[in-house]
């Protein structure tokens, strides 16, 4: 399975089109999604169209590090003409009327805009099982899940359904998942790339990134998207770095100064995983990084913290889907209240309905101040705990969730459990920093364990060059899940 | 029955459409009158993944309104989302200020029995303005234009104690945003909306008593008359010992009488939280320095200079700048008038009389002020007598044109030639005969009369003091 920038190099030198890319990915989907179920739709006639014009334009000298290269896409982020449901019958029928800015982004870079991929309801969920569709396959193993939110384009790309795809991440969704499938996860700072056309879960939070099979493609992504964007006020100002330049060509950790946060190696933390993450961390400090103790002191209280905050924007977020401009509209309501009352009930999944009510409690006049606002402040005592660890280290290194893959249904009957897995992924979210997700070991059973690598905001070129150094010094990355398609013709060199 | 006096205690919420191009947070028109959900594109409709983005100058706008009342600029200010459903809410939230408006402080100066006084402001914070519902025989609409349009709420202190000084509070308002740019201000079309709190409390009390909210009040006369309605009624209920219940209740121009809209009970939980797609709004102070130094004048200054610049009279000068297009008019023609009293007199009377009559706007009158000024040039120069500047003022406020041309195509120039006069006055004399002996023998009026009679022979354009000197003149000898 070739990368992106592989890819490119072929398109450059001429051995397979863009329009060969796609077919053999859509031979692939043939191939595999009936049993991963990662689509929840692809439109394969206007995916060949823009490879064809993508090839076209190449004729005539154009280039870029996209051009051509097909890219799957969340099914929370809108692109024009398409549908964007969310993976929920509330928004069935919901058809957007513009770009994301992201996506406008990889559109103007010549990226073909391949299919929309499966997700938690809303972007909530750890599983992608919370979707009202399907259930996503992970391709390491059937019988357990691709992770989640972002479950179907982690799994599409670990698939070889897709060279890429875009993901959102509000307390772990892109590195939870890329962890999960053993892809390549990456968490931008909060505002590094617009949340334009991404539909909110909760804004403070939410982030859009890419997730791929290396780290360069990361950073090739990211590059592309990342910005300042008039349409989204919280998107940063601060000039974009050339991400993959910035790449080392080897010995990227020598000197770096790595931090692992003794609360995040405690109780709780699966003995296969850590043995992976420890393995991983013994390798870097190989790689000449040197490795601190750090201690982030506030670590217990993220997950209660996190819930707080997201499920109090999500409420008022979500309160927009009520069947009155588009989406489902329930078929006989006498008035308003019941046409809202009716329309979301039958709209909404169990997760998400849970989300809005506890959201809505939180908020409400009497608890306001014990849910919300305390939770407001401890918040800042966790970026705090984050501002103090960055001053002894350069990034964080540590696990991306403490468990390899569950098993399908396991966290069905018990959504705390499911909360507690995003412990090492929502911190990150709430202090506003980026995260880099990337596979560095396997189970017994052959599950994918990801290592997580955090920097401060705006340290994305930080965490990509020590994820980079990491994958060039081991194999991880270049293993093939059992269940991902041939890809034959394309890695053979073309025609 | 309680013999209790009491006193009323009257707090508005005033919200005002500003005057920006596009709405608050979208690139969409605020014009009006367009054909349903037509100024709207996916942000105003509350599309998903959309996202607002903060107009600047509705900022400027609101700041503006702040210093020309006093306010205090708040340095750092936020948005924050304020949740309830009902079908005209694009987002089932709107975006308003909660805790850090925009302006704290202030007031707004009314005229009372007592002289001048000044109502003490809360607020004036920036948000945006709903959708509107329409309905229909068998269904119902919801027309978008106006969502997301930026909306300034003024809140005053509970400060007020009489119906009409509610009044005069919205009229000193009004005068202020007027004078400021800011808006419209039309309560009838409904770019300047009110909402009035009002409780009793017995006289000599301190704490406020249980208040009722009042809607619908689309008129200055409407505020007038629900709040007597609704004194009146509370005024009754607590002498026959009852309570007066925390209510929204709706003004009924028809029954003239207030009516229960919603209880407490069925209050809305707002759960505000600061909004997180949006910046909080930090302004330097070289920013509000820069906006306070093109700050338009106030009322009271303008009244204060047209009494000194143009010598006018203390009462001239407020009626001319009470309504800021009439002070423009004025200003205009008496800028090169060398008689600024007598543009004054012009407009404080005839004009303000036939704007009154024809329901026009000053600003869009037939008579230029430059017409006005030359009216005035001619009567001072003996040019016209005042009877044809009177006529020459209706002819030029139906129909415009210049008074100088007017004169000229008519012939309606002052006789001022002796000579020319000098036939008439013995004409008046001769078909006069008992008149001028009334003269004679010392009856002084008589010459008012005989002067009246040239007037009239010369079809009202005699100069009446050459008239007058002739008369004397020849009766003396």
Redesign the interface.
Known sequence: MLTAHELQDRLVRGDCSSVEIVQELLAAIQEVDGTIRGYLSVDAEAALAQARAADAARATGRGGPLLGIPVAIKDVLNVAGQPCGCASKMLRGYVAPYDATAVAALRAAGAVLLGRTNMDEFAMGSTTENSAFQVTRNPWSLEHVPGGSSGGSAAVVAAGEAVAALGSDTGGSIRQPAGFCGCVGLKPSYGRVSRYGLTAFASSLDQIGPMTRDVRDAARLLGVMAGHDPHDSTSLPAPVEDYEAGLPVSGGLRGMRLGMPREYFGGGLDTEVEAAVSAAVEECRRQGAEVVEISLPHTRYAIATYYIVACAEASANLSRFDGVRYGHRTAVAGDATELYLRSRAEGFGAEVKRRILLGTYVLSSGYHDAYYLRAQKVRTLIRRDFDAAFERCAAIVCPVAPTAAYRLGATGGDPLKMYLGDVFTVTANLAGLCGLALPCGFTAAGLPVGLQFLGPALGEARVLRAGRAYEQATAWHTRRAPHAAGMARTEAGGK | MSAARYEAVIGLEVHVQLKTRSKMFCGCATSFGAEPNTNVC?VC??????????NREAIRLTVLSGLMLGCRINPRSKFD?K?Y???DM????QITQYDQPLCLGGGVEIEGASGLATVPLTRIHLEEDVAKNMHFATC?G?DFNRAGSPLMEIVSEPAMHTPEQAVAYLQGLKQTLMYAGVSDCNLEEGNMRCDVNVSLRPVGATALGTKAELKNLNSFKSVLLALRAEIGRQEQLLREGGRVVQETRRWDVEAGATFLMRTKEDAH?Y???PE????PVVLSEQQIAEWARGLPETPRQRRARFASEYSLPEYDARVLAADKAVGDYFEAAARGSKAPKIVSNWVMTEMLRRLGETGQEIAAVQITPAALAELVELTEAGAINSNTARELFGELFANGGSPRALVEARGLAQVSDSGALQALVDQAIRENAKSAEDFRGGKAVALKFLTGQVMRLSRGKANPQLAAQLLEERLKK
């Open positions: 996916p409709l509350g599309y998903p993944g959309t996202m607002p983005v903060m989302r949740s459903f009902y079908p694009p987002k089932n939230y119902s919801v939980d759960r505000y939280f997180p797609d949006l910046m």
